[in-house]
């Protein structure tokens, strides 16, 4: 048996859609703007790899908890600016 469920999206899209990727892809690029030119950069020869990003998933690098923290303060700021909501938790394998 199959249960269909439907709902009203009041903002945003859903996850998956073909504008997702866009969008996220427009959002995303101003904030690695933004945590490049922090100064709390980190990087293997001259290639920025402070921030990885895969799908709608980023993870931050630093090789110091003060410099992780300047990002994470950075993200949240981004994230309040643009009304985006990250989730922080932790996930352990």
Known sequence: ????CYF?????VSQGSV?????FSVYVDDLIRLLKQSGYCTYISSQFVGTILCAD???L?????????KKLDIC??????????FNAER???
């Open 57 to 59: 998933d980023i993870t």
């Open 76 to 85: 949240a700021d981004f994230g309040h600016k643009w009304d985006i909501c």
């Open 8 to 12: 009203v999206l009041l903002c945003g």
């Open 61 to 69: 690098l630093s090789g110091l908890c003060r410099d992780l923290q």
């Open 1 to 4: 048996m199959r249960i269909l």
């Open 91 to 93: 996930v352990r394998y």
């Open 19 to 23: 504008l997702f990727r866009l969008l």
